[in-house]
């Protein structure tokens, strides 16, 4: 257990157009439940399947232009961008522009009800 992690980009997974860099899991995390990780969206449409857990998600947008949605609402996207997914709740990102859409996530327990 650690709590500072750099990305090792000989370490990530690649799956329906999305690289995602593990920072903290299971693993390493200093905190029980708790995960970090930074993802590359290359996607242009939101996933079939939006994305549901059971613990909260929180995400920064650290570099390029992209669409989030969330409850039927579509809010744009840019580097500076902070949104946030209640346990339970459907989302869903793609990228708009012509680079990566690069986003810093991390999930942590569900601790209350969304509101």
């Keep these: 257990m650690d709590y500072c992690a750099a990305i090792d980009h000989e370490v990530f997974t690649d799956t329906n157009s999305v690289v995602s860099y593990p920072l903290f899991d299971a693993g ?8 970090v990780m930074v993802n590359h ?3 242009r ?5 939006l994305g549901v857990h059971d ?5 920064y947008v650290v570099e390029g232009t992209g669409k989030y949605i969330i ?3 579509e ?3 840019r580097a500076g961008t902070s949104m946030f997914a209640p ?3 459907p989302h869903g990102l793609k990228n708009t522009g012509e680079g990566p859409l690069v986003v810093f996530i991390y999930h942590f327990p ?3 009800a969304a509101r």
């Design 41 to 43: 969206f290359r996607n």
């Design 71 to 73: 409850r039927g609402r």
């Design 110 to 112: 569900a601790t209350e």
């Design 87 to 89: 346990a339970g709740m």
């Design 28 to 35: 390493n995390a200093p905190v029980s439940g708790c995960a």
């Design 75 to 77: 809010y744009d996207l």
């Design 55 to 59: 613990d909260n998600e929180g995400f």
């Design 45 to 49: 449409a939101y996933p079939a399947d």
